[in-house]
């Protein structure tokens, strides 16, 4: 049929040029596929437009192309039917000629033969019908086959499909049909060729006359453009409607959803705009109404945080001022003591120890309550962590000689570079290394440093009393102690690992405690190399390889948590089961 | 000859202290109790070291520091109780040279003093030179081209310390005891501020610096 014909050219193009296109715009196209697809999560009303529209193109098109059919179908049979009464009529007039004329001489003939076909294209300029006239072959040659065969313009036998020929050929007195195309000018055009039989002065002939589809195509094509333009407006219109519907029920949960996350970006007087009294007013109405509550309890939080933050400030500074006068008198008499009598001298003495006291136990509190208050903030950069450690220990020299122990640093040569806050991590090591230095009863104090790609591991090791693993769990906690006894004969104020604590949160970083009683302590401080980075696993070990207890509650940080806890676990990992303690957190 | 020191405290009690501690220690105190008078203090008492508490009844300390930052290079070192660090930082920022967080030590008090007041070391005439910027050392000046830069004395030691070895990285703590005098850890916010501050007036462009480079992770060294 024409319009399969016609169709399967257009597609043959189209996929052509599809596929060059796609080689030159393959990048193009994918930018614009994966912005596509963006909009397509992400927009409802897009995906609804869309949807719509890709449901109203298919469905016309199925339409479309069942009614295009059906015209062309029409159209096709009513010109065949035209083409086939005409050819009859017309085979018959040449017959009917051929049968009545004088056979005499070759040019006569061929005039006659000529005259009677060229009568067939019908008068005036328009051709009507064309033919093709051609002595059938295999038949034994008659005295006066003067004519072999004979076509109108820029025909040739080879216009007629071989199997109406045969059709033709086989019959007997019957009329045979079949499509074929036409040369024209320089155009191929459809058309119909009808063939039969004539007979003249003994030689039978086939007879093919040929019309033009080309009318018929054409009003065809303009059926066909009307139908698909009105198409495409049809499915412009819904796609519009769509827009316009989704719009109005999507447009209200947009402009909430950009509400929200105004408020949530802390613009908390940010409201929607409620009209009407429908469904998307009522979800106004309480989102607002929400929204209101929650701008106030903020603002009461965030004023009650301010007034805290302002009364630590003012403690501070008023708390510091006359301690410091305090101090310094305490200190001059205490500079002169030796010019004392023995009790004035003993309570010079003991003024400026509890002095000291006071003024640690001072300013740990005020460094806590800073923490608290949320005020502290980090103040981080790159630097050598190999050095603050280096500096840490030689800080810390003196008091472990004091106490007869040794430092010994392990670490890799080279530099370190964490980005952190060098004060705060200064002080950590400091609050550890003399905490073990304390605690270790003489022996060897060792803090191991490695690093990995993503974080750096600082263990601080004693081999000292060390503490149950219950204990390990809250050494971190404020005031906290190991033994209430003996609480006093260390110095310290008891924040000062909790100070370390908070420190080691600020960088995101772990601080981690393990111990086992007379076999001393290990605590880690592993920190990430930079802010925002990730720990999965500290590049030091938390349990020492040279303890091992079987079956007794250890304490294996689990990697990977982060939340700065100490979790206990039975040896249950390498050993028989054992219930896990019951001080587990 | 006794430096005379003006001491700027609201607190009377802790002033007079401070008074006997610096008394004893050979110096010469001034007083004055109040923000407002400080600058007229100072002019009529010519001292040769400001200590100045931040919080002050007034004019606050950070102000007293500006308004005699823009007339004098005179050291001032603040007492602070807030040793948060944007307060330190304003502090330094405002012309402080240094700082004393309270509570303070007697001892470290008159270190602070004496290391601000320290004559510079008997300097033979010799002329350094970073980048475009020439200093002469002993005529304590610093020039680019034909252009004198003014620095406090702080600032000019600071410069002296990186020109003299400018193929030295100076890491924080190493500035901090020579330039600062510090022996032990302090604040390296001290040195991060005064390099700024340093920067701002010797440097064509103080976001691009030339003379001054930071070494990422280890500290500063000179432009060469």
Sequence with gaps: MIWQRRALIVTLRVARLVRMGFRRFLPALRYIGRALQRRWRRSLQFRTVLTTLLLAVTSFAVVGAYLSHQIAHNLF??????????????????????????????????????????????????????????????????????????????????????????????????????????????????????????????????????????????????????????????????????????????????????????????????????????????LGASFNHMAASLQEQITQLATL???????????????????????????????????????????????????????????????ISRF???????????????????????????????????????????????????????????????????HGEGKPVTVTVAASQTAVGIAVRDQGIGMEPAEAARVFDRFWRADPARARTTGGSGLGLSIAMEDTKLHNGWLQAWGRKGSGANFRLTLPLRQGGDIDKSPVQLEPDDVMFPGEPRNIPREGDNRNMLVLETGAARLAPVPTSKETP | MKARILVVDDDEALAEMIGIVLRNDGFEPVFCADGAQALDVFRSSRPDLVLLDLMLPGVDGIEVCRQIRAESDVPIVMLTAKSDTSDVVRGLESGA??????????????????????????????????????????????????????????????????????????????????????????????????????????????????????????GYKAGV
């Design chain 1, 77 to 282: 049979q009513e010109r065949l039917a035209q083409a086939e009464s005409e050819t009859r009529y017309n085979v018959k007039q040449v017959q009917d000629t051929f049968d009545g004329a004088q056979v005499t001489d070759q040019s006569s003939v061929i005039t006659l033969v000529y005259d009677t076909l060229n009568a067939v294209e019908g008068r005036g300029s328009v051709i009507q019908r064309r033919y093709v006239f051609e002595a059938m072959p295999e038949q034994t040659k008659p005295r006066n086959r003067w004519v072999e065969s004979r076509a109108s313009d820029q025909l040739t036998v080879s216009v007629i499909p071989p199997e109406l020929r045969k059709a033709v050929q086989e019959s007997g007195k019957d009329q045979y049909w079949a499509s074929t195309v036409i040369p024209v000018g320089t155009e191929d055009r459809p058309g119909i060729a009808v063939g039969n039989k004539v007979t003249f002065n003994g030689t039978v002939y086939e007879l093919y006359l040929i019309y033009d589809l080309n009318t018929a195509q054409q009003t065809l094509d303009e059926i066909q453009s009307v139908l698909w333009a009105g198409g495409a407006v049809l499915v412009l219109l819904i796609g519009a409607v769509a827009w316009y519907v989704t719009r109005n029920v999507v447009s209200p949960v947009s402009h909430a959803a950009m509400v929200s996350e105004k408020l949530a970006a802390g613009q908390l007087q940010e409201r929607m705009v409620v009209r009407g009294e429908d469904e998307v007013a009522r």
């Design chain 1, 372 to 438: 608290d208050a949320g005020v502290a903030v980090l103040d981080a950069e790159p630097e050598d962590i190999l050095q603050v450690v280096a500096h840490v220990i030689e800080g810390a020299a003196p008091v472990a000689a004091e106490y007869g122990s040794e430092i010994v640093l392990s670490a890799p040569a080279g530099a370190i570079i964490v980005e952190m806050d060098a004060r705060r991590i200064d002080r950590i090591l400091r609050n550890l290394i003399l905490n073990a230095v304390e």
């Design chain 1, 305 to 367: 945080s301010q007034m805290q933050q302002r009364f630590v400030s003012d403690v501070s500074h008023e708390l510091r001022t006359p301690l410091t006068t305090v101090r310094m008198a305490a200190e001059v008499l205490y500079d002169a003591r030796d010019e004392f009598d023995p009790i004035n001298k003993r309570s010079a003495e003991l003024l400026y120890n509890q002095v000291e006291r006071f003024q640690s136990l001072l300013s740990d509190l005020l460094e």
């Design chain 2, 97 to 218: 040279d240094d700082y004393v967080p309270k509570p303070f030590k007697p001892a470290e008090l008159v270190a602070r003093v004496r290391a601000r007041l320290r004559p510079g070391d008997q300097k033979a005439p010799e002329t350094l030179r970073i980048g475009d910027i020439s200093i002469d050392v002993a005529g304590h000046t610093v020039s680019r081209g034909s252009e004198r830069i003014s620095l406090t004395p702080l600032e000019f030691d600071l410069l002296v310390a990186l020109a003299r070895k400018p193929w030295q990285v100076f890491t924080r703590e190493l500035l901090l005891e020579q330039v600062w005098g510090y022996r032990h850890a302090a604040d390296t916010r001290l040195v991060n501020v005064h390099v700024q501050r340093l920067r701002s007036k010797i440097e064509k462009d103080p976001e691009a610096p030339e003379v001054v480079l930071t070494v990422r992770g280890v």
